[in-house]
């Protein structure tokens, strides 16, 4: 497969979904299916670091996904907490840097704890950033910019006369990445789920069936092959 260098997509989001269902159909737990799914998180963000993809975000944790039952809450968290320490060295020698976007102050204090450690670790790196989205939905973050927005204001740091998409954007959890160019969406489901709600407004989508545990590098390949084929018009004549 032959992909063109100067048409890469700088940023891909991917909504990894299946996991349950992989473990159904195989009448194993639904963590078996979480635990099989780290194994394409690996993949991808090998194959992502050495396409030349400038930014990977993943969304790991839904802040919907707390309502799961608890103990499959806690043993995602558990694998969280280990995938974050075991993985640090992995990321460094592939040049990976590492940030999380959502509400942080939601997981266990062990869990912010590895995840502080692993950013500072990895913090010089200079190749793929590796965006998890942790307890994170796209209404709540708008809603905490539209907060924040509002507490300048009242404090007279900022004049909503200035307020614009720009401004606004300025407020959101991560401002300085770009907009993902790419969303993938894993298991055939057809809908986006509060993923970054305002980032993905020209993003494009890439629906497949196949389940998150299965879906490795020629996936991925396939992905941004259909990208390239596309022309990205974001509203105009052409």
């Known amino acids: ?16 979904d299946g996991n349950g269902r992989w473990a159904r159909e195989r009448s194993l737990p639904r963590i078996f299916g979480h635990r099989a799914g780290i194994e394409s998180v690996r993949e991808i963000v090998r194959a992502c670091g050495e396409v030349g993809i400038g930014v990977l975000t993943l969304y790991v944790f839904s802040v919907e996904n707390w309502e799961r039952p608890r103990g499959e809450v806690r043993g995602l968290m558990t694998m969280l907490k280990e995938l974050l320490r075991k993985e640090v060295r992995e990321l460094d020698k592939n040049n990976v840097r590492l940030m999380s976007i959502g509400r942080r102050e939601l997981l266990p204090k062990v869990v912010q704890e590895e995840l502080e450690r692993a950013i500072a670790a990895l913090k010089d790196n200079t190749g793929l950033l590796l965006n998890l989205a942790l307890s994170y939905g796209g209404r709540a973050e708008i809603v905490e910019a539209a907060r924040r927005i509002g507490e300048e204001a009242k404090q007279g740091t900022l004049d909503l006369k200035r307020l614009d998409e720009k401004v606004f954007a300025e407020h959101l959890f991560a401002p300085d990445l770009p907009d993902p160019d790419l969303l993938i969406r894993t298991a055939g489901e057809m809908r986006v789920s509060n993923f970054l709600l305002w980032q993905i ?20 390949l396939k992905a941004i092959e259909d990208y390239q084929k596309r022309e990205r018009r974001f509203g105009k004549v052409p």
Not at 1 to 16: D, E, G, T, V
Not at 212 to 219: A, E, I, L, V, Y
Request: glycine share 0%; proline share 11%; hydrophobic share 45%.
């Open 1 to 16: 497969m032959s992909l063109n260098p100067k048409h890469l997509p700088r940023h891909i989001a991917i909504i990894m």
């Open 201 to 220: 407004a020209y993003a494009e989508l890439y629906i497949t069936d196949v389940l998150w545990p299965d879906f490795r590098r020629p996936n991925l």
